[in-house]
């Protein structure tokens, strides 16, 4: 039998789903249990949604053959999903709230879609660095990199393999962006 047809498989892709939901709603209800001044149910909470995340991972691990994929399969994978979101789930959602007279959720249907493309822009062009080696060296003169651990900066083509302040490998380093 192929697992993917399974019974079993169907029942990771729900379990997977629902530890999923449940960790993003724990996550929400600690966040509104902090606000209400409960510390304690609010620290319950985001340890549950710890806890559920492992569950989910526990299940995406079986569903996928026992490890998370490799980055590049990673960034193509959370690509095609955006692609569909806005492509597909979002336009099909959008059309039918407005059928329904949920102007308000349709416009955020519409409005999320949009996002979803960024995403999915986003995860396309990180591929590409990866793709290109361009993650960590740039062919201008000079480049701003960032440690993303201590704020160290760093002018190059490249970014040090180890930063010279707080000794963390090349890979916390970024391009240094300006959105202010």
Known sequence: MDFKNSKTYKNLEEAFAGESMARNKYDYYASKAKKDGYEQIAAIFAETALNEKEHAKLWYKAMVGGEVLSTPENLKDAAAGENYEHTVMYPEFEKVAREEGYTDLANQFAGVAAVEMSHEERYLKLLENIEKAKVF????????????????????????????????????????????
Do not use: S
């Open 137 to 180: 060296a740039r062919e201008e003169t000079e480049t701003v990199w960032f440690c993303r651990n201590c704020g160290h900066i760093h002018r190059g083509k490249n970014a040090p393999q180890l930063c010279p302040v707080c000794v963390h490998p090349q890979a916390y380093f970024e391009i240094k962006a300006y959105n202010y």
